[in-house]
């Protein structure tokens, strides 16, 4: 038996078209802010929300992640609003804690994949960016990151939609492409707006890169395609592990399982 939506959506193509421009509406207002902090690179920006370019990032960011959810929030079950929170405390905590440690990953992105394939790409895309802003209220070198962790979650909710969960082998490449994709568009801002990376690890790549005399988004660059797709191929897996650990019972109360046929064995919802 389904979980039921918080609000009942609207039937007919209105509605339809109505989730559709706000989705589009959130992804252009993440996608501008992200345009803007590389083109102004604004280094007072990690300074805090005290700023400025922070008060316009976080504006930017909040008002398309607000936008994703408004799209979203009525097809949604309260089985996903609920876990919504808890994605957003795995990624702080792990994103914080592997953060200070001498590993080359993140980690940071696990609730964001989590939530992308159990209700889609827009969810994906919201608990990304509301992961990157409540993580900067107290990390502010975060924040300029929100939309590479929008766009995470927007392509694990593609995959999960087109297949690749549906074979275990094949959500680990997912990821790795993921990872290849977020690292590139989070290069420029690592590069630019907070002028490298804020992991023990990956900041120890970036200098070794550059002592073999690589400019600063070079260094980043290559960074980000070693340690982006490797972390991404693990929170792909951990998350299919999650998911399919879920009694079949419990997987069927997420409409974009059923409808999608996201997991093998799962049949598609034909009514949603």
């Given at each position: 038996?389904?979980?039921?939506?918080?609000?009942?959506?609207?039937?007919?193509?209105?509605?339809?078209?109505?989730?559709?421009?706000?989705?589009?509406?959130?992804?252009?207002?993440?996608?501008?802010?992200?345009?803007?902090?590389?083109?102004?690179?604004?280094?007072?920006?990690?300074?805090?929300?005290?700023?400025?370019?922070?008060?316009?990032?976080?504006?930017?960011?909040?008002?398309?992640?607000?936008?994703?959810?408004?799209?979203?929030?009525?097809?949604?079950?309260?089985?996903?609003?609920?876990?919504?929170?808890?994605?957003?405390?795995?990624?702080?905590?792990?994103?914080?804690?592997?953060?200070?440690?001498?590993?080359?990953?993140?980690?940071?992105?696990?609730?964001?994949?989590?939530?992308?394939v159990l209700a889609g790409p827009a969810a994906g895309a919201a608990t990304g960016a509301l992961s990157s802003i409540i993580w900067s209220?107290?990390n502010p070198t975060v924040l300029p990151f929100a939309a590479g962790a929008a766009l995470i979650g927007a392509l694990a909710g593609l995959?999960?939609?087109?297949?690749?969960?549906?074979?275990?082998?094949?959500?680990?490449?997912?990821?790795?492409?993921?990872?290849?994709?977020?690292?590139?568009?989070?290069?420029?801002?690592?590069?630019?707006?907070?002028?490298?990376?804020?992991?023990?690890?990956?900041?120890?790549?970036?200098?070794?890169?550059?002592?073999?005399?690589?400019?600063?988004?070079?260094?980043?660059?290559?960074?980000?395609?070693?340690?982006?797709?490797?972390?991404?191929?693990?929170?792909?897996?951990?998350?299919?592990?999650?998911?399919?650990?879920?009694?079949?019972?419990?997987?069927?109360?997420?409409?974009?399982?059923?409808?999608?046929?996201?997991?093998?064995?799962?049949?598609?919802?034909?009514a949603a």
């Amino acid at each position: 038996m389904s979980s039921p939506s918080l609000t009942l959506p609207a039937a007919g193509p209105g509605a339809a078209r109505k989730r559709r421009l706000l989705e589009a509406a959130g992804a252009l207002a993440i996608a501008g802010t992200y345009i803007y902090l590389v083109l102004n690179q604004p280094a007072d920006i990690t300074g805090g929300p005290g700023s400025a370019p922070a008060l316009i990032a976080l504006s930017g960011f909040l008002v398309g992640a607000v936008l994703l959810i408004a799209a979203v929030l009525p097809t949604l079950p309260a089985s996903t609003v609920a876990l919504i929170p808890v994605a957003l405390v795995l990624n702080i905590v792990l994103g914080q804690f592997v953060g200070s440690t001498l590993v080359p990953f993140y980690l940071d992105a696990v609730g964001t994949v989590l939530i992308a394939v159990l209700a889609g790409p827009a969810a994906g895309a919201a608990t990304g960016a509301l992961s990157s802003i409540i993580w900067s209220l107290f990390n502010p070198t975060v924040l300029p990151f929100a939309a590479g962790a929008a766009l995470i979650g927007a392509l694990a909710g593609l995959a999960a939609r087109h297949g690749f969960f549906r074979r275990f082998y094949l959500a680990p490449v997912a990821g790795f492409v993921t990872g290849i994709i977020g690292g590139v568009v989070s290069a420029p801002v690592a590069a630019f707006v907070f002028g490298g990376t804020s992991g023990v690890a990956t900041g120890a790549i970036v200098g070794a890169f550059r002592a073999m005399g690589d400019t600063l988004l070079a260094a980043i660059t290559k960074q980000a395609l070693i340690s982006d797709p490797m972390d991404k191929a693990i929170v792909f897996t951990v998350v299919a592990v999650l998911v399919y650990a879920l009694p079949r019972r419990a997987r069927m109360q997420f409409p974009f399982l059923r409808k999608h046929r996201v997991l093998a064995g799962d049949t598609t919802d034909r009514a949603a």
